[in-house]
């Protein structure tokens, strides 16, 4: 299998979204902000998550599952939290909006905490973590899927969640600490992407419908389907289990909006945004200073192999941002395959690739 990439320019393919998402009729303020953080994923590394969901989006607008233009209801609202509903707009227009009201209620209360029912698929949650750690907070994301089941319970060969990504960013005295992952053992646009490609999965991620482990990505679309293990696996899943129990907990049950309310509701999520001002509990210099010491702890820390030193979550992604600034975006046969039916779908041609 071929691993080449192509490589196109940043500022172009950023114009070509937003062209994208304008002639499927967004508004130009929700396509600039689909544009960005769809792109925003891309360039941490999140290619599952990144430009490739750019045809999605564009088909649910045109058919509308997908609102182009509007705002999220206020449902109800105290000093530090409040309850949205996004009536099916766009994550990754949403999203930004939510971290922004609750970094407003942490500089008046300390914390402010924001959950949302009906946001359209929120892509990848590491891209909007800047928004909170370059106003010196914390910040942690959650989101769940209503009309998705495809993660068993520990101990099931059954589909029961969907795959609910965790995504928390800290400030620091250098570049912000920046984690997300999921409460699975993988994520079902990775699973699509390893079919894609015609991989199999790094490890053994699935349950087939008898009750057997296997890396083969064909068989979470076979009849009946695998479904993906909770992080932790055959052996320590139960530890991924709870997680997604708690996750499924503050997003669909804090928003009142889970399975029985949203199960055709598609890609469509329900989220948890939470953010925290360090300075409520005491001098932000003092936080930074304690974040700092845990990092340079774990730079400090032995490595098993002297050519992996241990790195700090969301080095590799930023490194990777201004690589790909730089040379430009990297998108391999496989991504490119889709980002061409979306330029036949919305009839806005493709820019060129890079030299």
Not at 21 to 49: K, P, W
Not at 125 to 141: D, F, I, K, N, R
Request: hydrophobic letters at 40%; aromatic letters at 8%; glycine letters at 10%.
């Amino acid at each position: 299998m071929s691993t080449e990439v192509t490589r196109f320019d940043y500022q172009q393919m950023l114009q070509w979204a937003d062209d994208c998402l304008q002639q499927s009729g967004a508004s130009g303020e929700i396509a600039r902000n689909v544009a960005f953080y769809l792109l925003e994923g891309d360039l941490l590394g999140y290619s599952t998550h990144g430009l490739i969901r750019l045809l999605n989006n564009c088909q649910w607008l045109q058919r509308g599952d997908s609102l182009g233009k509007g705002q999220p209801l206020t449902l109800s609202e105290r000093a530090a939290v409040a309850h949205w509903d996004a009536q099916h707009l766009p994550g990754p227009y949403v999203v930004p909006q939510a971290i922004e009201a609750a970094v407003t209620m942490a500089k008046n209360a300390g914390t402010g905490t924001i959950v949302i029912r009906r946001s359209q698929h929120i892509a990848a949650l590491a891209s909007y973590l800047s928004l909170a750690t370059e106003q010196g907070m914390v910040v942690s994301l959650m989101c769940s899927t209503p009309g998705q089941r495809a993660v068993a319970p520990f101990g099931s060969k059954q589909a029961v969640f969907s795959p609910n990504p965790f995504a928390v960013g800290v400030p620091s005295s250098t570049t912000p600490l920046l984690l997300d992952m999921s409460f699975s053992m993988t994520a079902a646009g990775k699973v699509r992407q390893a079919k894609a490609n015609g991989e199999k999965l790094p490890y053994q991620a699935l349950v087939t419908a008898d009750g057997e482990w296997t890396d083969d990505p064909a068989t979470f679309f076979a009849e009946p389907a695998s479904a993906i293990a909770p992080l932790g696996g055959e052996k320590l899943g139960y530890k991924g289990y709870g997680l997604t129990l708690y996750s499924e907990i503050l997003t669909m049950a804090l928003s009142q909006y889970g399975r029985r309310q949203g199960s055709d509701d598609g890609d469509a999520n329900s989220v948890w945004v939470q953010v925290i001002d360090p300075s409520a509990f005491g001098e932000q210099k003092a936080f930074i200073e304690q974040v700092d010491d845990l990092i340079n702890d774990c730079r400090g820390a032995a490595p098993i192999s002297a050519q992996q030193p241990v790195r700090i979550p969301g080095e590799r992604g930023l490194g990777l941002k201004q690589q790909q600034l730089k040379s430009g975006l990297e998108y391999s046969d496989a991504t490119l395959k889709v980002l061409r039916r979306c330029s036949e779908f919305t009839g806005v041609a493709m820019p060129g690739s890079k030299a």
